[in-house]
């Protein structure tokens, strides 16, 4: 058991991590479900095929918390009035850290480090404005990340824990609030368009089309007709086409966000 | 099948307005039989609205989320007909948006659902203080909290058997954070120029069952909506 979970860790470390996790699948049958029994009567067993996205998810999770707590540190950083949202943002994210931790028990990994200046393209803990430009990029990527690791990826795993599915919308949605409050505290609109033009230059790769990314799918200009399950929302509601866009949020692939976040891991 | 029904009346008007209101008609929850649950709107009933989850699954769960679309919508349809004197021009933006979202997602889940969908509701609002614009800011961000919990909650309901396939748990999930958005959006907007944490009270939203979901909204719901074979939550 063990030697097969050390065998799933060696695949996951170093600079591959994209293919990494495409080896772990498809040397880990679903039929080898190794949810380790939990201390705690009341935590589920985690079905292996979860183990990844949550482990993906705690990824996120813990380079947002890291985030919020050095930008609280940084003497004369964040303006006073403000502290109080990147307080309640960091305490948030410590406490959906401490979940994923409990929840994944053992299969855990080990808190990667973290570089925020992305090998010195950034200084956010420097700059107000670049502060909160990653901050923003960082929620809004985790809101659609949880989307897609939770819901597109392993839709029916996830049905069949109805309970760890709950739990990750729970934190799902709060994410999608978190992402609101740093949209409107930089002027934009708390909800997003996936309009190419709104995004900063910096961070425009976290909401751009990428033809290289065509397998992940990621819909982001606002074309018409602005389609969803096969609706065409504006004629059917009556609304603009980016009207239609703001109101839902996609889904992103777990590769193509590990993909984006990477610069600021240091080691994986 | 619910073991444990409400019997009695409910009076729950006044905790999901979040002030001391006058006492009204109330909500009643009617045991209709074993596992049913009938939560009775304002006073008496123009319609009936029948969420039938063992015999229409994930279609029962889709009209359960369009029903409360539409009773946002309805809600920000009011608000905009005659908002509050004290309506800045940024809040009157932002309703307007949001009241777009609503109709793009009711839009999308009426026209999935086609012929399945439940038919219009009826709604009343005339326990909202439309002239105060805290009273409207407050009850918009009950809704919107109330929108999220009652998708978090319904999700544990959702198959994905059936004939709408994955696309319930795929919809919901883009509909329930932009939800979320709204809700931040709207706390926000109730301290105006001074950032508070009210946007994210917890760090884990509820996920509230059907019929605790529905018996807060039915303050302003005048159609009786019939809970029907609720499943009981799952415990895994």
Avoid at chain 1, 109 to 127: L, M, N, Q, W
Avoid at chain 1, 186 to 201: C, G, Q
Avoid at chain 2, 123 to 128: I, N
Avoid at chain 2, 151 to 160: D, F
Wanted: aromatic share 8%.
């Amino acid at each position: 058991m063990s030697e097969e979970r050390s065998s799933r860790r060696d695949a996951l470390a170093g600079g591959g991590r994209r293919l990494g996790f495409a080896l772990a699948a498809v040397s880990m049958p679903a039929a080898f479900a190794m949810a380790a029994r939990r201390a705690r009567a009341q935590e589920p067993d985690v079905p292996s095929e979860l183990v990844e996205l949550l482990n993906f998810a705690l990824t996120l999770e813990r380079l947002e918390a890291t985030f919020y707590e050095e930008g609280l540190r940084s003497e004369g950083l964040i303006p006073a009035g403000d502290e109080v949202i990147f307080a309640t943002l960091r305490e948030q994210e410590e406490e959906h850290v401490e979940f994923l931790e409990e929840l994944l028990d053992e299969d855990a990994e080990p808190a990667p480090g973290f570089d925020f200046t992305a090998g010195g393209r950034f200084s956010p803990f420097d700059d107000y404005a670049t502060f909160t430009l990653l901050a923003q990029a960082f929620e809004d990527t985790g809101v659609r990340a949880y989307k897609g690791a939770a819901i597109a990826e392993a839709a029916r795993t996830f049905v069949q824990t109805p309970a760890i599915l709950t739990d990750a919308l729970r934190i799902h949605s709060v994410e999608g609030r978190h992402a609101a409050r740093v949209r409107r505290l930089r002027d934009r609109p708390p909800w997003w368009a996936f309009d190419m033009d709104e995004a900063p230059a910096a961070i425009q790769r976290v909401y751009a089309t990428d033809e290289s990314l065509a397998e992940e799918e990621p819909s982001w200009a606002v074309t018409e007709p602005v389609v969803k399950y096969g609706v065409d929302v504006p004629r059917v509601a009556g609304v603009t086409p980016r009207e239609a866009s703001e109101a839902f949020d996609e889904p992103l692939g777990m590769a193509y966000v590990l993909e984006l976040v990477e610069p600021f891991i240091v080691d994986s | 099948m619910r073991a444990d029904a409400p019997a009695g009346p409910r009076t729950d008007r006044r905790a999901f307005l979040g002030w001391g209101g006058a006492s009204l008609a109330g909500l009643v929850a009617v045991g209709c039989g074993e596992g049913d649950v009938a939560l009775q709107g304002v006073e008496g009933r123009q319609r009936v609205v029948t969420l039938d989850f063992a015999r229409d699954g994930d279609v029962a769960v889709v009209n359960y989320s369009l029903l409360l679309q539409e009773l946002e919508g309805a809600f920000y349809e009011a608000v905009l007909a005659d908002p509050p004197q004290g309506f800045t021009a940024e809040d009157l933006r932002v309703f307007r948006q949001i009241a777009a979202h609503e109709r793009a997602h009711r839009g999308l889940l009426r026209a999935k659902l086609g012929r399945r969908a439940i038919g219009p509701i009826a709604t009343d609002f005339r326990t909202v203080n439309f002239d105060r614009r805290a009273d409207v800011l407050l009850t918009a961000q009950r809704m919107e909290t109330l929108g999220v919990e009652a998708i978090n909650g319904a999700a544990q309901y959702v198959s994905l058997d059936g004939p709408l396939g994955l696309e319930p748990l795929l919809a919901a999930g883009e509909i329930v954070s932009v939800e979320a958005r709204h809700a931040a959006t709207v706390a926000d907007l109730r301290s105006p120029g001074r950032a508070t944490e009210e946007f994210s009270p917890r760090a884990f939203d509820a996920a509230k069952p059907p019929d605790e979901a529905l018996n807060e909204a039915s303050a302003f719901l005048r159609t009786l909506v019939r809970l029907v074979d609720l499943p009981a939550p799952e415990e895994t």
